[in-house]
């Protein structure tokens, strides 16, 4: 079993980075790929990004293409989620996830409590 904790969220301005950092309990961590969702409010949680186990992989989706970076450091059990020249529409709350390599919230068994991200512009 994996228990996940995010932590790094806050209130920045339209062009800022922020870098979130996903905190795991468990042994098992390494066996997970490790994915990012977000939430805004009113709107369907939607994938962010992922990295699969050893962390040579990574997909996004299109909206954070060449600005946002998600990695992992085994060793610590941890990921993380580089997030630059944010914009208003990056607004949401950030989940982290442990499950199979995938874009979709079906692939993931485990999920973080989540944290929030503000975006003013």
């Known amino acids: ?3 996940l904790e995010e932590s790094g969220g806050g209130l920045v301005q339209a062009g800022d980075s ?5 905190a795991a309990s468990g042994r098992t961590f390494i066996r997970y790929s490790m994915g990012w969702f977000r939430q805004a409010p009113g709107k369907e949680r939607e994938f962010v990004a992922a990295v699969n186990a050893n962390g ?3 997909i996004y989706t299109d909206s954070v293409k060449g600005r946002f970076t998600i990695s992992r450091d085994n060793v610590k059990r941890a ?4 997030m630059n020249s944010l914009n208003s529409e ?3 709350v950030y989940s982290c996830a442990a499950g199979a390599f995938s874009q979709y919230t079906g692939g993931y068994e485990y999920w973080g409590q989540g944290t929030q991200v503000t975006v003013s512009s």
């Open 1 to 3: 079993q994996v228990q």
């Open 18 to 22: 922020l870098r979130l950092s996903c």
């Open 56 to 58: 040579g992989m990574t």
């Open 79 to 82: 990921v993380y989620l580089q």
């Open 90 to 92: 990056d607004t949401a």
